[in-house]
């Protein structure tokens, strides 16, 4: 009996044992946790694009005090700014009380998601129907975008520079879209082929009427339909295609899953989970020690590309021009700092459990998950972090009595992912990432934790703390 004790003491004291947060939260933080998911979710409804996202993002950093960045403006401890990077990224800081002399805090999250894109001459006619081609946006499994209701957003910039906001399918009386499949009665062949084939990108074509303009009229006539519908709504000709963003996305509201309600389900929480907990973070920093950064980044989903995205220097010229006003210099700062890479991680799935190493991989409800590197095959395009970096974060999780795992994408060699953290690494900031488990990663409906959730949401605001 003696033994047994000690044993048991031991592996208290010496095994790394994470457990189900619910068994650890009191039940005040567990409701906490719920509640914080209740603006989670409106904010997945109103920001199913990057834009949105943005829109969103400043609605809320506005009503919480933020103002407009002004290059060369000297902000005292306790300003609350933001940079608006082309209505697509965003930077949001709350100056500290020791400003940038030693450095920032930054968290950076992505706020695109996969989907389908419209082409630049996405409609056309055939067999009486109207559809829309599309060339899709990141890592999806193609034939899971087929029969699923979808609303269209975006932009279009029409001949005389005017730019008009496009949303359909999201409000109750609006119509929906679809790209069809293949009836199971005569799909020997497609289900022949390999998952990856059974759908074709050249078949990713969305359905978006049936109707002709006039049913005398000879060639094109549904098609014609259509652009007059258009052009009645939003004044835009076929040409303005050309100079338009136009994304479809998933009609689906997000919504609780599970009889218990425990779980978020809805299209592109990865990353707009962990972008949600960064900027709430953000704006209850009230004041800290250190200058907090959130950034909310674009074009993460295919790299990181173009001016939005985090391979661009607008990050790295938004610290140099607030350090300068600090009469320090940028690369000293960045130099000096710390940052969370805030992406999503796979949740182990027991239907597919032989994906994943299970003693190296994050479980749905055991708290925000530390990974020490993404990446593929020998750690490819990962930053991963210093031993230094990932110490400093436990140890300030484990004072605050927050929930947290570790653990990596999957099984070695079996695939993999990215993140900004090595985009951030570039700059020569210290960073390690951090963010929220998720099940059906890059499907049209993902899956979270509501208390995983709430912790990423509470270990960034104990980040910001420092």
């Known amino acids: 009996m003696e033994n047994k004790t000690t044993a048991e003491a031991l592996k208290e004291k010496l095994f790394y ?87 920032a805090k930054i ?3 992505h706020i695109d998601s996969p989907r389908l894109d419209l082409k630049p001459s996405p409609l056309y006619e055939d067999s009486d129907l109207a559809l ?30 005017a730019a008009v906001t496009v949303t359909v399918g999201e409000d109750d009386g609006d119509p929906k879209f679809v790209v069809t499949d293949l009836l199971v009665h005569l799909s020997a062949e497609q289900m022949k ?42 004044g835009v000709t076929e040409e303005d295609f050309l100079s338009a963003e136009l994304e479809a996305v998933p009609a689906a509201k997000a919504c609780d899953i599970g009889f218990d309600r425990s779980m978020v389900g809805a299209y592109g929480q990865d990353d707009r ?36 995205g985090m391979a661009s220097d607008f990050l790295a010229y938004f610290i140099a021009d607030l350090a300068k006003s600090e009469g320090l210099e940028g690369r000293t700062v960045l130099s000096g700092s710390d940052a969370l890479s805030a992406d999503v991680t796979s949740a182990f799935d027991p239907t597919y459990a032989t994906a994943f190493d299970k003693t190296n991989v994050s479980f749905l409800n055991r708290g925000v998950v530390i990974k020490k590197y993404t990446g593929a095959r020998g750690k490819s395009s990962a930053s991963d972090a210093s031993a230094e970096i990932v110490g400093r974060l436990r140890k300030r999780l484990n004072d605050a009595g927050i929930c947290w795992q570790g653990g990596e994408m999957g099984r070695v060699d079996l695939g993999g992912g990215g993140t900004v953290a090595k985009f951030i ?23 979270v934790s509501k208390l995983d959730v709430y912790s990423t949401y509470r270990a960034i605001l104990e980040f910001y703390k420092d």
């Open 193 to 234: 082929a390999p998952l990856s084939e059974g759908v074709k990108a050249e078949d990713l074509n969305i359905l978006v009427g049936s109707r002709p303009f006039d049913s005398t009229e000879a060639g094109q006539s549904v098609k014609l339909n259509i652009l007059n519908l258009l052009y009645e709504k939003y």
């Open 107 to 109: 968290s950076a999250a």
């Open 425 to 447: 690494a570039a700059l020569d900031v210290d960073v390690v990432d951090m963010g929220v488990p998720l099940l059906s990663m890059h499907a049209p409906f993902e899956v």
């Open 132 to 161: 829309m081609k599309t060339h899709y946006y990141g890592g999806i499994k193609k034939y899971q975008w087929t029969t699923v209701p979808l609303a269209l957003h975006g932009v279009m910039v029409k001949r005389d520079g």
């Open 17 to 103: 044992t994470p457990v189900h947060a619910a068994a650890k939260l009191p039940a005040a933080e567990i409701a906490a946790a719920d509640s914080f998911c209740e603006g989670y979710m409106r904010f997945l409804d109103a920001a199913k694009t990057e834009r949105e996202a943005v829109n969103e993002a400043l609605l809320l950093a506005r009503a919480n005090g933020f103002c407009r960045y002004e290059p060369g403006t000297y902000y005292p401890p306790g300003s609350k700014i933001y940079y608006n990077n082309r209505g697509k990224a965003l930077v949001l800081a709350v100056v500290g009380r020791r400003g940038l002399s030693e450095g």
């Open 273 to 308: 989970v962990c972008a949600y907990a960064a900027l709430m973070a953000l704006l209850d920093a009230e004041e800290p020690e250190n200058t907090a950064v959130c950034v909310l980044a674009d074009k993460e989903e295919i790299g990181s590309e173009g001016n939005t």
